[in-house]
């Protein structure tokens, strides 16, 4: 039998899966986890459905009771059915596709025991044969991540990492079945039916049943992930609030001294967009759902005051004690439950639907109203639920409130705060990795730990920036230098916020700090980044590499990238290798620091580097090792951004020398979710360089959102030029020095300021080291981008829709 598809429709499925056309695939109802028929074959008690070239689902069951419906990891199997193969060689079946060979020995039982004569994949890696079955041990697994770092020191909980989607030994296989416990004793269920629109689980059909996915991609890592998330799910795009500055301390706040607090830093002109109210928020116990009045008099007042104040406000919860007769909307509770009025505590079911129906609407949903944001769900009890066999609590509540906030407010960006509960948890952003312990080697760990958990492709980990407590290596809780240091690997990770436990002697507020004003040009510095971050973030919600990531992935040959596990890729054109150790008496921080094959330009040394080698340099204490990659243009905000609530109409564009290159845009409505539904635009820029000139391309917008800007101000920013340009040019105008244009001959910096450039038609921005005329003549015409043009023997595409035209045989002013 040969599986063939016609090409318009796997073209337009490819499209549909990528995210080129409107879908809403993002809510979990829409998937469709029953797989195209054409894709399954069936032996016995086996079944083997192809999903991908590389991607094979294994299943096995005596019953011949097969899941066909979701479970916590997988929610998509109707994929284009790629092309394969099935012939009947003696007592096997085989199975081939372009990437792999199974084959199977027909009616034999499948076990994780079987050995290469019962089952085996083949398949090659680096030109070298690979087979795989069941009983091979996994020995390259890249890990991923794991539920909390809860008083880890260090690298302590190192062996605590599950296993990733990734291994060096070319394949990995997914355990999906009922039987097999993920790293914190849950299993995978299954979801079945919905309530009030959330999917709800259920157990597997065969609990004894083999459930394997194996992939087998070798090490194109990134092809490994995104294909994952067509079938796991994607990673959702957080709001763009998220990415900005989170305030939080475990500390027993008022509502004065919330007021006080965002006063204060406002006053210090700190940028800021998210406040965390910690468990304080509500009387006393570990689990509480009713404002404490003694701290709050007017909480309504207070959320409104914040609102007022550009903030979202996020409150912590520990549901696991249930509701308690002291609490507010108990008595409507317990009568919604149907318990009898001697009930004193409505206890915690979330996986019964009465419950969650009658606890959302009797509890949560009134603190909603009171103007919270999102939810904090701290969980920390037990992690299995004693009613469910399997059911980790974590990942059930973290499904719950993040389907529930979908369905409850659907004209805002769902996000809630939490921490990892098993596979699959990546489709509910963000994490909070816990409560780690105050030292260097501690910030030295959330470097791996953080760009490994891409792995599993949850790629939005929020860390206590500073360390949440002290243990027993830390020398001063409140060093300026260390929080300094950690407050940098911060502007490099996904979300940015800093917190700390309810101990007197450590501090939080940076304003208290000596160095403050270090501190606060690193706030500033993570929102000048928003642009490239959020573009980046698109990026992962497509493709499902996430924005922190190993060097592996583009460079997985090379065995620096593995072993230099304290860098990382930073979106696709920044590295970054954090400081994560005290300086010297000489007042620098030194480290060896590995740039692979390529030019590298080093921002804080203001440098070009030639890549394929290892360095060791210096920093000092306002110094970050982070890389260009040569070429790049990576789009910024101005330095005076406070919030994230309105989209700033000036952009900064940094333009990195070494090679022509390119850099995106990318924007939408912010906080909706209609980014899914194609509403969105990106504007692309280009550079093209000769010895004598170069030339940046700002494209027209492609795409529309509502709220979408007409024209916007660039500060366009020339990194590393070692002379003064004879000249600058917007399109065919020569601009005036000094007032459109700067040169910085110290920190070799070129910029360049546009007041208006639409942004339906773009602009062309040239730099001109000669002095000679030189002529600009069409030679031809580019469908995508308008019309080509060879300027000076070198051929460059000018936006469509320019704002200046260059006319042909038109001589260009010198």
């Known amino acids: 039998m040969v599986c063939k598809l016609g090409k318009k429709w796997l073209l337009a499925m490819g499209c549909l899966l990528l995210g080129n056309l409107p879908t809403g695939a993002a809510a979990e109802s829409d998937y469709q986890p029953i797989a195209d028929p054409a894709a399954v074959v069936t032996v016995g008690n086996a079944r083997f459905t192809v999903l991908t070239p590389e991607m094979i689902r294994i299943q096995y069951s005596s019953q011949r009771l097969f899941e066909d419906r979701a479970t916590f990891g997988f929610v998509n199997r109707r994929l284009p059915v790629p092309a394969y ?55 390259g697994n890249l890990k991923g991540t794991t539920r909390t770092l809860d008083g880890a020191l260090g690298d302590s909980q190192r062996s605590n990492l599950e296993r990733g989607l990734l291994s060096r030994n070319g394949w990995v296989v997914i355990d999906e079945s009922s039987t097999f416990n993920i790293g914190d004793g849950t299993r995978s269920l299954a979801f079945d ?138 008595e409507q509770l317990r009568t919604d439950m149907g318990l009898p009025s001697t009930t004193t505590v409505v206890p915690w079911t979330l996986e019964k639907p009465t419950f969650y129906h009658n606890m959302f609407k009797d509890i949560i949903h009134p603190l909603e109203d009171y103007g919270v944001d999102f939810w904090w769900i701290d ?38 705060f939490h921490r990892w509960g098993g596979l699959g948890s990546h489709r509910y952003p963000i994490g909070f990795s816990g409560d780690t312990q105050i030292d260097y080697s501690t910030l030295a760990y959330e470097i791996y730990f953080t760009s490994t958990a891409s792995n599993v492709c949850f790629g939005y980990w929020g860390h206590d920036l500073g360390g949440h407590q002290q243990g027993p290596t830390t020398k001063d809780p409140n060093d300026p230098e260390l929080y300094l240091r950690w407050m940098q690997f911060g502007v490099f990770t996904p979300i940015f916020r800093t917190h700390a436990c309810n101990d007197a002697s450590i501090e939080r507020r940076i304003w208290k700090f000596s160095n403050f004003n270090k501190l606060r040009d690193v706030v500033k510095l993570r929102y000048q980044f928003i642009p490239y971050i959020y573009t980046a973030a698109r990026q992962t919600y497509d493709t499902g590499v996430s924005i922190c990531r190993p060097l592996y992935y583009d460079y997985p040959e090379s065995d620096e990238a593995y072993s ?9 054109q920044i590295l970054v290798a954090p400081i994560t150790s005290p300086m010297r008496a000489d007042g620098r921080a030194w480290r060896q620091i590995w740039l692979p094959e390529g030019s590298w330009f080093d921002v804080s040394c203001n440098k070009m580097r030639e890549g394929g080698q290892t360095i060791k340099e210096g920093y000092t204490d306002v110094q970050i090792p982070y890389f260009y990659k040569a070429g790049c243009i990576i789009p910024m905000y101005a330095s005076n951004i406070t919030h994230l609530k309105s989209r700033p109409n000036r952009m900064v564009l940094q333009v990195v020398p070494g090679s022509d290159g390119t850099g995106t845009l990318y924007e939408d409505e912010n906080n909706t979710e209609n980014y899914m539904l194609g509403n969105y635009a990106t504007t692309s820029y280009r550079q093209q360089r000769t010895s004598s000139q170069t030339i940046l391309s700002i494209g027209s917008a492609i795409g529309y959102f509502q709220g979408m800007q007409d024209k916007k101000e660039y500060e366009i920013q020339f990194l590393g030029e070692e002379a003064k340009p004879q000249s600058v040019r917007l399109g065919y105008e020569e601009l005036t020095e000094g007032t459109d244009w700067t040169y910085d001959q110290e920190k070799k910096i070129v910029k360049v300021y546009l007041k208006e450039v639409s942004t339906s038609a773009g602009c062309v921005v040239t730099l001109d080291y000669t002095s000679t005329g030189i002529k600009a003549t069409e030679v031809g015409q580019q469908k995508a981008d308008g019309p080509m043009y060879d300027l000076g023997g070198r051929r460059i595409a000018h936006p469509q829709k320019a704002q200046v035209v260059v006319f042909k045989d038109k001589k260009v002013k010198k």
């Not at 230099?564 to 696709?572: K, N």
């Open 85 to 139: 193969t099935v012939e009947q060689e003696g007592m096997y079946t085989i199975i081939k596709t372009e990437k792999l060979t199974l084959r199977y020995r027909n009616n034999a039982p499948i076990r994780s025991t079987s050995k290469e004569a019962v089952l085996c994949v083949n398949f090659q890696l680096n030109d070298k044969d690979v087979t795989w079955y069941p009983d091979l041990k996994d020995t």
């Open 193 to 330: 039916d919905n309530v009030d629109g959330v999917p709800w689980v259920s157990q597997q059909v065969d609990a004894t049943a083999i459930d394997w996915y194996f992939m087998g991609y070798g090490h194109d890592y990134k092809k490994a992930l995104g294909d994952y998330t067509q079938v796991g799910g994607k990673q959702p795009m957080p709001p763009l609030y998220a990415l900005g500055y989170w305030y939080s301390r475990y500390w027993k706040y008022s509502q004065r001294d919330y007021v006080n607090l965002v006063s204060e830093i406002q006053a210090n002109h700190i940028p800021l967009d998210v406040m965390i109210l910690d468990m304080d928020w509500h009387t006393e116990g570990w689990t509480g759902w009713t404002w404490d009045k003694s701290l709050f008099s007017d909480p309504k007042a207070l959320l409104s005051w914040m609102h007022g104040r550009k903030l979202k406000v996020s409150l912590n919860l520990h549901p696991a004690d249930g509701v308690d007769s002291d609490e507010d909307g108990f």
């Open 379 to 416: 969980w920390q009890q037990n992690l299995m639920n004693p009613r469910m066999n399997g059911l980790s609590e974590t990942f059930w509540c973290n499904h719950v409130f993040y389907n529930d906030m979908k369905q409850h407010r659907p004209n805002v960006r769902p996000v809630i």
């Open 564 to 572: 230099f596990e304290d860098e990382y890729q930073f979106g696709d």
